[in-house]
């Protein structure tokens, strides 16, 4: 009996010796902080929505593949990539859906931000603040982000899954319709508008103000047709008590350079930077540059993946300005054989040197001080534009039947770059509705070019949507022969989301 004992003596010693080595060692990482180590304190929330802006970095949103996605498919662009595959991206030959470069990592990424937004709107609610209006504002912040990402996530694809909590990788989140979408972020826009002040401290600048949801707010409803509430949405920015923080800078240029950013134009940026050179992972050292002046660069100074259809240039010269000189905004918004002729400038410090025929976006270039381009411009990306505002504003007004009304927004917008007003170069656009819709479509390429958003100007004026309208826009843009009305609209779902997930169907004609 007496070695029983001693046995078990020893046994339970030996546990207990076991169970204190095992807590010795099971010992926090400062560096590796749980979930539930770290949504605790005012300064975690923050944390926690600065890492959801740390998504514009991201190779597959807006640090690169976005503008593949929106300027070179559009009529604007081209790829003459020898990269055959990122190349068939921009003509519409979409053969592997899981093309990684062309669709997959804008979608992983774009979700991937969704996630962080998810995060902080449920775990901050928990957190005690001592300044309630500070959490409001992050939460609205993160409402605004989460947002934006699902407005493009449906002018790409248009059917996805609306992601509204933390996910899980056992998930297999239901696919909603491009209504639902919208719906969803005009919730989130409408309750963050609440919230958001009219502007940030200097220490603040670059974050989402009423404005910039007010403004992104308009747009979704321009993408419905729903004219009236996208009027009344514009109305805080252009008439109503926003109307004070925005007006169009005098120097067109200011809005494509690091020399005057966040001025009283931009509604919305994102703030590239070129101090930390890292690649594009999550360390401290990962890049916070744009690279897309790399990609966009003529031969021999960057990449030149992506460039520009020549008849832009032909759209600037068709019009004079007052004092019967070129449109000076062309002298911004490319480059192109007869730049240093009609304005002084060469390309990069170098004169023409490539294909007559050929043209390169200059916008957001950093030609005014390089003489070439590389993974790391610190020049932000201004998403959402006053003068963008103003067009659409007019071309809400004019599907209301206020044509009238509209003309004087087109001409704070033309005046700019000494244009004549609109009536007097084109006297019927100031009482023939159609004539108006018409002429917008021109002012808006000849003031927004390069700008991401003539995809979505061609998705909502329903000149992809008839074979008719597609043969029009391929005259200008071969790659359109290969556009198919009603398949093409929208991007093929990545294949393997689709495999993996039982709740998704591919979209429509793939």
């Not at 770290?38 to 944390?47: G, L, P, R, V, Y």
């Not at 990424?109 to 609610?125: E, G, H």
């Not at 504002?137 to 407005?151: C, E, S, V």
């Not at 005098?250 to 703030?271: A, G, K, M, P, Y």
Request: proline share 4%.
């Amino acid at each position: 009996m007496k070695k029983i004992k001693i046995a078990i003596l020893l046994a339970l010693l030996s546990t207990g010796f076991s169970a204190c080595q095992d807590d010795l060692l099971d010992q926090p990482n400062p560096n590796t902080l749980t979930e539930q180590q770290f949504w605790k304190s005012e300064s975690d929330a923050q944390q926690g929505i600065n890492a959801a802006y740390a998504m514009f970095y991201k190779p597959g949103i807006w640090s690169r593949w976005m503008y593949f996605r929106l300027d070179l498919t559009s009529d604007e662009g081209f790829s003459k990539s020898p990269w055959i595959e990122l190349g068939d991206w921009t003509r519409f030959q979409y053969i592997n859906y899981n093309f990684w470069e062309g669709n997959s990592n804008t979608w992983r990424d774009t979700y991937k931000a969704i996630f962080r937004c998810n995060q902080v709107l449920d775990k901050v609610p928990g957190i005690q603040f001592t300044d309630s209006r500070k959490k409001d504002q992050i939460l609205a912040q993160a409402k605004f982000l989460r947002a934006l990402h699902y407005y493009y996530a449906a002018i790409l694809w248009e059917n996805v899954p609306l992601v509204l909590k933390t996910s899980t990788p056992e998930d297999l989140p239901k696919q909603n319709t491009l209504e639902e979408v919208w719906a969803q972020v005009i919730k989130d826009l409408t309750e963050a508008s609440g919230a958001l002040p009219g502007s940030w401290d200097d220490a603040n600048v670059g974050r989402p103000t009423k404005g910039a949801a007010m403004a992104l707010l308009g747009k979704v409803y321009m993408q419905q047709h729903d004219w009236q509430k996208a009027k009344s949405a514009f109305d805080y920015l252009v008439t109503g008590e926003g109307k004070g923080y925005y007006k169009l800078v005098d120097n067109f240029q200011d809005n494509f350079t690091h020399l005057n950013e966040n001025n009283t134009e931009s509604v919305f940026e994102i703030q590239f930077s070129d101090a930390n050179k890292g690649a594009d992972g999550d360390n401290t050292n990962a890049s916070m540059g744009n690279t897309r002046a790399q990609f966009f660069a003529p031969r021999s100074i960057g990449w030149s993946d992506g460039q520009a259809r020549n008849w832009i240039v032909a759209e600037f010269k068709k019009e004079k300005t007052a004092d019967g000189k070129i449109d000076p905004r062309l002298r911004y918004t490319l480059f192109y054989p007869g730049l240093e002729a009609d304005f002084g400038d060469k390309i990069y410090g170098r004169s023409w040197q490539w294909d007559a025929d050929e043209a390169w976006f200059k916008k957001y270039s950093r030609d005014y001080y390089r003489n070439n381009e590389d993974y790391y411009s610190q020049v932000n990306e201004r998403m959402i534009r006053y003068a963008d505002i103003l067009l659409l504003y007019a071309e809400a007004l004019n599907e209301l039947g206020q044509t009238g009304d509209a003309v004087k927004y087109v001409d704070m917008v033309r005046s700019r770059s000494k244009m004549l007003p609109l009536t007097t170069a084109y006297p019927e656009t100031g009482t023939d509705k159609d004539k108006f819709r018409e002429r917008l479509k021109i002012e808006r390429e000849l003031e927004l070019c390069g700008e991401s958003l003539r995809w979505v100007d061609l998705k909502r004026w329903g000149d992809l949507d008839v074979q008719s309208k597609v043969d029009v826009i391929s005259q200008r843009d071969p790659d359109f022969k290969n556009f198919v009305p009603g398949k093409h609209n929208r991007l093929p779902i990545p294949q393997n989301e689709v495999e993996n997930n039982i709740n998704l169907k591919q979209n429509k004609g793939y």
